[in-house]
């Protein structure tokens, strides 16, 4: 856990620090895809208030299986569970290419409703992405000593002097961001949040008054599955036999 990890120093070397480590090649399109997005705040940041709009959070217009399951926004702002939602897919659909095609999602359009909320986090302190891809047979919930560059983390922070609730954040993991004794203090991700005009990559910090709550953090890795799609039967035409003419007889 990484409580373990701010204050043993007999507990393994997680895995983002171990260069010996291979990447999961899930985790491999995550990087190449989210390297597409500009961070010159071309995405803005921008949480709507309760009727403001009913966009998803995402850069654009999404589709699954040839059905619109992400609605985006004129201009084409976001906020982080929707943009790392999007994210997902694009990099799911990557995979799905050489792994059956669309069809073969875990995750059909008329579920991906259902697959959002659980993504979106239904409770503070929530899961978040690791509930919607252990529902879906397409990941698990991993220790923090775990993480890889391109897993999906539901952070949620501590809370701050005077306020009642805890802030949440979902971001993509990128690295353990360690002081100059080595210990690790937080880390490095890529998200969307106002800090950085939108989409970008920042650092937090695990701490008291808003800082990375280590306990509550959820950490989560994509483990891609294809349904197996059976192939359509040609059908062969009857077999038509020729009729046979009917031939009258003349009198001599």
Known sequence: MIIGL???ASVPQPAALNKSIKLPEFNKIVLETIKQYPTNGTHGYWWPQKGESDYDGGTKDIFLDGQKVMKGEPKKQTYCCGLTLEIFLESYKKWLKNNGGEKASMVTPEQWGHFKKLWF?????GPGPSAALEAYKLGRTIEPDEALPGDFVQIWRTVKEGKSKPTGHSVIFLNW?????G???GFKYWSTQPG???ISEREEFFGPDGGVNGVNTHFA??????KKIEPVKETKPAKQEPQKTKTTKTSK
Not at 121 to 125: A, D, F, L, W
Not at 177 to 181: E, G, Q, R, T, Y
């Open 196 to 198: 950085t005009n939108g």
């Open 221 to 226: 890795r994509v483990e891609p599955k294809a």
């Open 183 to 185: 210990k690790i203090t």
């Open 121 to 125: 986090v239904e409770q503070t302190n």
């Open 177 to 181: 961001v360690l002081n100059d004794s």
């Open 6 to 8: 701010l204050s043993c």
